[in-house]
């Protein structure tokens, strides 16, 4: 079984930053995709930032130029450090991977982790 752990959030002021740590562990193949995203109190969950196993990451329009998705293949960890936070920041942050199972290497699992909650104070 897969799972994802994510740590790192937390209560921050405003113009501050956070690094949020996403971490995979079981018995898998691979990991293609690698991603973050958001909820907020009310909306429905949204999509911030993705990378892939070559390191090409795709971020929503809205938060372009503060984050920054990163990985580390080997330890099968994704991180998304978050700069200038504002208060609109403020969500439960999710990671997500495609993973591949060793059983079935041309197919993958969509995973979720249990999400970290990020505060910003105004």
């Known amino acids: 079984q897969v799972q994802l752990v994510e740590s790192g959030g937390g209560l921050v002021q405003a113009g501050g930053s956070l690094r949020l740590s996403c971490a995979a562990s079981?018995?898998?193949?691979?990991?293609?995709?690698m991603g973050w995203y958001r909820q907020a109190p009310g909306k429905q969950r949204e999509l911030v930032a993705t990378?892939?196993?070559?390191?090409?990451?795709n971020y929503a329009e809205s938060v372009k130029g503060r984050l920054t998705i990163s990985r580390d293949n080997a330890e099968n960890t994704v991180y998304l450090q978050i700069n200038s936070l504002k208060p609109e920041d403020t969500a439960v942050y999710y990671c997500?991977?495609?993973?591949?199972?060793?059983?079935?290497?041309?197919?993958?699992?969509?995973?979720w982790g249990q999400g970290t909650l990020v505060t910003v104070s105004s």
């Open positions: 990378i892939n196993s070559s390191g090409s990451t």
């Open positions: 997500n991977a495609e993973v591949v199972p060793v059983a079935t290497p041309s197919r993958y699992l969509e995973v």
């Open positions: 079981g018995y898998f193949f691979s990991i293609n995709v």
